[in-house]
């Protein structure tokens, strides 16, 4: 269904993509720094599963309204910058300390650090724009099932990321539970979390679909 010479191809450019800090990198960093390894490998576990949504919608074709209708990019780039905007007004109001990391890292933590990185990487356009512009590249429509091909390369790219974003997120995790030990640390991660949200906020807000 694929073409050998251009799978390789973009495992190669997959890999590389996976491990570039970006977006996604820095959020899964804050979530793990604010809530502990579970935290971050559950905020890489939701930001896989919106990469999945993503690639269906690239499969189905339905990215192509975002290019068509520049009125929807718009509309969800402003939505995912209020809702990172939120994180990061969260973040510089929590005065947790590592008393508290129980939970925080308990069941109900770990499904809103799921649905923090599912959510942010939702309301991300740039996000859909990207796998209209880099999936295509190494589909073969002479092989014909291109929504296969979109459906695997968009798996793969998953599924690589998932295992270097979750083993960020939980070193990141690692690292802020020996730091919450000090109070005065952990008011420092919290800080940090919260300018990490505002700055992509304020990323997502001023960038250009181009």
């Known amino acids: ?105 308990g069941s109900g933590g770990m499904r809103r650090a799921f649905w923090q990185g599912a959510v942010t990487n939702l309301l991300n356009p740039k996000v859909i724009l990207f796998n209209v512009a880099f999936l295509p590249q190494f589909v073969d429509p002479s092989l014909g099932h291109v929504p296969g091909q979109f459906l695997l390369l968009g798996v793969t790219l998953v599924v690589m990321g998932f295992l270097w974003d979750g083993t960020v997120g939980l070193l990141s995790g690692r690292l802020s539970l020996v730091l919450r030990r000090s109070r005065r640390a952990a008011r420092a991660l919290n800080v940090f979390t919260g300018t990490v949200f505002a700055g992509l906020a304020v990323r997502l807000a001023v960038t250009s679909p181009k």
Do not use: N, Q
């Open 1 to 105: 269904m694929v073409d050998t010479s251009l799978y390789l191809a973009f495992l190669v450019a997959a890999f590389a993509l996976c491990v570039t800090p970006g977006p996604d990198i820095m959020f899964i960093v804050a979530v793990g720094g604010r809530g502990g390894p579970a935290a971050g490998v559950m905020a890489a576990a939701g930001v896989a599963s919106a990469m999945l949504v993503h690639t269906v919608v690239a499969a189905l074709g339905l990215s192509a309204l975002f290019t068509t209708l520049p009125v929807l990019y718009y509309v969800l780039r402003w939505l995912g910058a209020a809702y990172l905007l939120y994180l990061a007004v969260k973040a510089f109001r929590d005065r947790s300390v590592i008393g508290e990391e129980s939970a925080r890292t």
